[in-house]
């Protein structure tokens, strides 16, 4: 297991002239593997941002050591192999897809035919190749997270650090955005993404993480999280007489049945199959 | 073109309808201007002016003093003020006399010619610019003997003076504009003098008689009509005793022509 | 392909300025040119290019004010917390987040617009076609002329030939009966000629030509007079006789007028360490704006010298740009330093 992020006691704490100081982050101790997709998760002013932020280089922990691909999250070498796709709009509104990441491509140095095919290729796959001159502080809030995250792939990172990715996303830019990062990390990548999608983080990651006020409260899969010993039966073309049968059998065998519902798929998954259908997918 | 016009449609009406009712001339158009880019241009004059005062030589002073109160157009103490300043102002790489006089008629009439020019904008202050046009050739002759050698064929200062003070009686009929006027008359009197107009020397000396009659301090005037006979008198050609004018510093300009 | 200009900060900065800066600057042009055409000052024979000076000011500050807040508008890492500031920051190089580039796109921007005011507007207000360089010598150490004291020496480069003086010193109160001052001017111990008039007072400016020579020193010889003079800089001007194109001059102003931008810039980034947009927006504005007025760096007397065709390149531009350039430098070390430490 090649290890991408460690965290030692990482700890990082605001203090402001005349007010109590913030504990954003309390001594943490990470280990996260390189192909995995994790999630963070955490009400409001948990730390979530703030981790993010570390290990981009863009926080300096007030405690603690951190190392991302073996280097100090600043480390000018991991400019293009971690990428930060930070919430909120993105910058320089008046540029055009195309110009910002010419921008971000030249930043990352690469050169300008491979940056620009970089970007056609992304822009294309987050369908955003038909917004021609149009401004990006134009865009919705939805294109605005595609083409963040176009940004973000541009310098093919091993690393990705995503915060709230899908957040103002439809149901089908949550699915593209889903399956791009799912091909990231099967590519060997580490997708550390925040997110309050409940149901995006339970169908997407491998592995939760989950703080509340800086601190770490759970981690592990989704189904040591969520392990039970409840098991369902679903079945179908019973009628309402051979359902309590079953259920009598059920508990003439020991069991105890909890409920019997008529289960319904979530919407998500509706959107997910008309998106396939769309596609041309089955 | 029609969303220009539902867009932009109010306002080009509004502005039509001004223009209609209010019916304003190029003046008021180029103050509206004015006023507009006032506060762009106004700190960038006023530097440049101070500027030029320590550094540059009068002409430019001059322009810069009228570029910057193209913006201040009523502070007519400040046109006077700069008017005076560049009228009065020396050459000293000319040495020529007469050359020296020439130059300075020019700067006499430049100034006077921008003073004027300023008189439709000059509103209540109209006097104060009409008193510095009448008294500004005076000032400029002393400071420069060659001008008043060469404005001297022609009546002198006094006689560019007269109409400035004449049109400030019309304009501004007070009887201290009055009493200005009628106590200025041996100063122009002696001008006329000086160039040779005996007789219209005297017809100013005699409307200056009768104007005495009004003059608010009567006590003065009877004083001042009775030097005044005496004046006229002598240059009519009559033995008078002048002990009495020749006393009085205010007819010192005419007591040369009469003896 | 995207074009060049939209990859790098310095460039993509520049294009921004020039697409909101362009327009303004072209329209105080147009009015300026129009004011001062359409209405000369009357000055009589005598030209005065020179007092057109805020004509050319007016446009080239607004090219000024134009670009900078343009690109301060532009640039996110300017002013904290600003809308996806953390992406630059990631990406731009150097530890303020692409500001240095930023200005410099800033500068870039402002010198393509103020060229052609510098260089055709000012031919356009009266500028003459040549211009000649103004050399103001160190005065000697106590440079008070008098009857006591008859002589003062001026040293001179040996990089040009000299084709005239011109005089403007204080003067004293008179010592007896007034009696203006009456000079000699000697060149290389030759006498070049007397000052064709006395000076009596001050701020009396007194010039005295001769035919182009070289000149290694020039003295001045109180020959008669009552009226004691002195000397501080700037009160004896040599004349160049060299013919310099007013186009390289109006290159020089151009130039001239980065200098406090880039003060006015690194000062607004430093602002931004601590402040929001609309702060760091006041503090360029203000700052652009006192020093203008003001007369910070050497911007305003040098418009005033490419009017009147006075060779923008001397000493004292040079130490008053190179002392903007060293508060534009400082700004941005101490922007940095503070950027660290948050």
Not at chain 1, 160 to 168: F, V
Not at chain 2, 66 to 78: E, K, N
Not at chain 3, 163 to 173: E, I, K, N, S, Y
Not at chain 3, 181 to 204: F, K, M, S, W, Y
Request: glycine share 8%.
């Amino acid at each position: 297991m090649t290890l991408a992020v460690s965290t030692r006691q990482l700890a990082v704490t605001f203090a402001s002239r005349g007010n109590p100081a913030v504990h954003a982050l309390q001594p943490l101790d990470l280990d996260l593997a390189a192909g995995r997709i994790v999630g963070v998760l955490g009400p409001n002013g948990s730390g979530k941002t703030t981790l993010l932020r570390v290990l981009a280089g863009l926080q300096a922990p007030t405690h603690g050591d951190v190392t991302v691909l073996g280097h100090a999250p600043g480390s000018a070498s991991l400019r293009r192999q971690v990428a930060f796709q930070p919430a909120g709009a993105l910058p320089l509104g008046v540029l055009s897809a195309r110009e910002f990441l010419a921008w971000v491509g030249a930043e990352l140095r690469l050169a300008n035919a491979d940056s620009d095919a970089r970007a056609e290729h992304w822009l294309r796959r987050l369908e955003l190749d038909r917004t021609g001159r149009r401004q990006l502080r134009t865009f919705s809030t939805g294109m605005q997270k595609r083409l963040a995250l176009a940004a973000a792939l541009l310098g093919d990172p091993a690393v990705l650090l995503l915060d709230e990715p899908t957040a103002g996303l439809d149901p089908f830019g949550s699915a593209l955005v889903m399956d791009i990062l799912r091909e990231r990390a099967a590519a060997g990548a580490l997708v550390l993404m925040a997110s309050h999608h409940l149901l995006e983080v339970e169908e997407i990651c491998d592995e939760v993480i989950v703080l509340y006020e800086g601190a770490l409260r759970a981690r592990g899969t989704i189904d040591e999280l969520l392990a039970s010993d409840a098991h369902a039966l679903v079945v179908r073309g019973l009628d309402d007489a051979a359902l309590a049968g079953l259920a009598e059998t059920a508990r003439q065998r020991g069991g105890e049945v909890l409920r019997i519902e008529r289960p319904r798929d979530h919407l998500f998954a509706l959107f997910r199959r008309l998106a396939q259908r769309r596609d041309g997918g089955t | 073109m029609i969303a220009f016009a539902r867009r932009h449609g109010p306002a080009v009406l509004g502005l039509a309808i001004a223009a209609v009712a209010l019916q304003p001339d190029g003046d008021e158009l180029r103050e509206l201007g004015a006023a507009i880019v006032r506060p762009a241009v106004l700190p960038f004059a006023w530097r440049s002016l101070g500027d030029a005062g320590r550094t540059a030589d009068p002409v430019e002073a001059f322009a810069r003093a009228q570029h910057l109160m193209r913006f201040l157009p009523a502070w007519i103490d400040g046109h006077c003020a700069f008017a005076f300043r560049y009228a009065l102002s020396e050459e000293p790489a000319v040495t020529d006399e007469r050359q020296r006089g020439e130059r300075a008629r020019v700067r006499l009439e430049l100034a006077m010619a921008w003073l004027e020019s300023v008189r439709p904008r000059a509103g209540r202050h109209e006097l104060d610019l009409l008193q510095g046009l009448a008294f500004l050739p005076e000032v400029a002759c002393r400071r420069e003997p060659a001008l008043a050698a060469l404005l001297a064929t022609s009546g002198g200062a006094a006689a560019m003076a007269d109409p400035w003070l004449a049109e400030a009686e019309r304009r501004f009929p007070s009887a201290a504009v009055r009493e200005q006027r009628t106590f200025f008359a041996p100063t122009l009197a002696a001008g006329l003098l000086a160039a040779g107009d005996r007789s219209g020397a005297i017809a100013v000396l005699l409307a200056a008689i009768e104007r005495s009659r009004d003059v608010r301090d009567q006590e003065l005037a009877t004083i001042w009509r009775q030097r005044l006979q005496d004046v006229v008198a002598r240059l009519q050609g009559a033995p008078v005793d002048l002990a009495a004018v020749a006393a009085d510093a205010r007819f010192a300009l005419l007591l040369p022509h009469l003896r | 392909m995207t074009p060049p200009a939209a990859r790098g900060i310095v460039l993509m900065t520049s294009r921004r300025c020039l697409q909101l800066a362009t327009l303004p600057t072209l329209a105080a042009a147009a009015a300026c040119w129009l004011v001062a055409v359409w209405s000369p000052p009357a000055t009589g024979p005598t030209a005065a290019p020179g007092a057109a000076s805020p004509w050319l000011a007016l446009p080239t500050c607004t090219a000024v004010f134009a670009c900078t807040i343009a690109g301060v508008l532009f640039w996110p890492t300017f002013a904290r917390g600003r809308e996806g500031s953390d992406w630059v920051v990631r990406l731009a190089r150097g530890g303020l987040g692409g500001v240095p580039q930023a200005i410099l796109g800033i500068l870039l921007a402002q010198l393509l617009l103020t060229l052609p005011l510098a260089c055709g507007l000012a031919r356009a207000l009266g500028a003459p076609a040549v211009a000649h360089l103004h050399h103001a010598p160190p005065p000697p150490a106590a440079p008070l002329l008098a009857a006591a004291r008859r002589s003062l020496e001026f040293a001179l480069p040996a990089t040009d030939e000299w084709c005239a003086v011109h005089v403007q010193p204080l003067a004293g109160l008179p010592t007896a009966d007034l009696v203006g001052a009456a000079l000699a001017i000697h060149g290389d111990g030759e006498l070049l000629g007397n000052l064709p008039a006395r000076i009596v007072q001050t701020g009396q400016r007194v010039e005295l030509s001769f035919p182009r020579r070289p000149l290694r020193e020039v003295r001045v010889e109180y020959v008669d007079g009552s009226v004691p003079l002195a000397f501080p800089p700037g009160a004896l001007v040599v004349v160049g006789a060299t013919d310099r194109s007013t186009l390289w001059n109006g290159l020089l102003l151009a130039l001239v007028a980065l200098a406090p931008a880039f003060a006015a810039c690194a000062l607004a980034a430093l602002a931004g360490t601590a402040a929001g947009t609309p702060t760091v927006v006041t503090v360029l504005a203000s700052l652009v704006f006192v020093g203008t007025i003001g007369g910070v760096g050497a911007f305003d007397g040098a418009v005033t010298a490419l009017l009147r065709g006075e060779w923008i390149a001397s000493a004292a531009v040079r130490n008053a740009s190179l002392t903007c350039g060293a508060i534009g430098a400082s700004a941005l070390l101490a922007a940095s330093l503070a950027r660290r430490r948050t």
